[in-house]
């Protein structure tokens, strides 16, 4: 008799110290993506995650926790790190910045390009439009946590290992990072249903499918790109508000 | 308003039945959960409303297939997920309407419950009805003009609160939200011309 063969994706195994940093991104290309993040390159070797993490003067457990992100492990509760952990968030965070405006967009835009040469028509004009208009709203948004919302809260933590409270007037807060921080996911969203569901044919299959493919990526690292901010570093910067108000009473 | 969608989780294990629950609440769909430790059990939870989804783990339906048949006759509104973590035969499995894997992303499970929710519910509803309404396309025609809320509502004499009400079914039906998809996906569908924006 036939006998049903389930094929648990791969990317769904929750990972642990000492596996196979080489085989997990086997399993799980995304990974790969995860370590460049973390400024980590291939090759790998047979280290296990944990060295890997030494390696890198990465704390392990933060490195678990976001690699375990990109296996299709979810949180749905804060997660806590120590205040240390800040600069390595806010450096993973950084780095992908890099990938979506110097790698992502620049390849979207072109995709996108690409299709409107080959036929010109109007709704691929509105497209590009859209994009374009996009991509402006999404610098500004990453521009605004590389200039301002970081800065401020690699400032506390100075503060916090010098065990000095902040003299100088509080006129920011990371409450208004977490106002900021838009949904700059829907119009990606937007743009892979008219891909998908209503944008005519017009013969050019190849680059439709190549525009999907980097949009749904792009939409999954910003996704977890987002969980990382709402569920590891707000909590955290919250905290370190809370102890160096608690410093200076 | 929508009522909240009757689950039934019929399932051993209190981490998965937690764990199934924490997702389930957190899908945007209200819902209201029961656990129940075996299939007669789970009829109890089934009586009071007829239209529930049940969540069962397909051990306990392998040796009571009679009896799972004749539930499902008995209630038809009722919808079945198969909640696997082992091997079971395919038979077995093609019983159920549908069927959550252990290792699914909570988005996944969301996804098969949404798709899975009796007729006659608001989400199911605006699922089947893909075309938009002659109103829709009106506010939709405007609002790619660049009109707001309240121009719009002024132009075909309708509140406010009715032009959000048909945006939200809009948005629903399309999979598009901002007002610059929206504009593009009246182009595609010829509701209006690059002419009419430029004006």
Known sequence: MLKIFVMYPAANLYLTPDLNIAEVVLDNPRIILLLEHFNIYVPLHEKTIREISIENNLNFDLFLTFANLYNGISYTSPVQFSFDEVQSIINFLKKSHTYYTEEMYPDIRNTIKQMFEVNNYEEMALIDKFFKEYFKEVTVHLNYEDNVAFPYMKNLHEHLVKGAPITEPVTYSVKEYKEHHDDIEEKLNDLKNILVKYLPPKNDQKLRRRLFFNLSELENDLNIHAIIEDMILIPLVEQMEQYLKNLSE | ?199
Request: no cysteine; aromatic share 6%; net charge positive.
């Open chain 2, 1 to 199: 308003m929508s009522k909240p969608v009757n689950i039934v989780i019929t399932e051993i294990s209190q981490v998965i039945f937690e764990g199934l629950s924490r997702i389930l609440s957190r899908s945007g769909t209200p819902v209201h959960i029961s656990h129940a430790a075996s299939l007669s059990d789970t009829e109890k939870f089934i009586i009071s409303n007829k239209k529930s989804v049940i969540v069962i783990n397909p051990f306990y339906i392998q040796n009571n297939i009679k009896q799972f048949n004749a539930l499902k006759i008995e209630y038809p509104d009722t919808r079945w997920i198969a909640f696997i973590y082992a091997f079971y035969d395919p038979q077995l499995i093609s019983l159920f309407d549908a069927a959550i894997n252990i290792s699914d992303p909570h988005n996944i499970i969301i996804g098969v419950i949404k798709k899975i929710i009796p007729s006659g519910s608001d989400a199911e509803k605006s699922r089947n009805e893909e075309i938009l309404s002659d109103r829709e396309t009106d506010v939709l025609q405007l609002l790619a003009t660049g009109l707001a809320n309240k121009e719009i509502a002024d132009k075909l004499n309708i509140s406010v609160n009715t032009v959000i009400t048909h945006r939200k079914n809009i948005s629903q039906k399309t999979g598009i939200k901002s007002i610059s998809g929206l504009t593009i996906y009246a182009v595609v569908k010829k509701l209006i011309t690059l002419d009419n924006l430029r004006d």
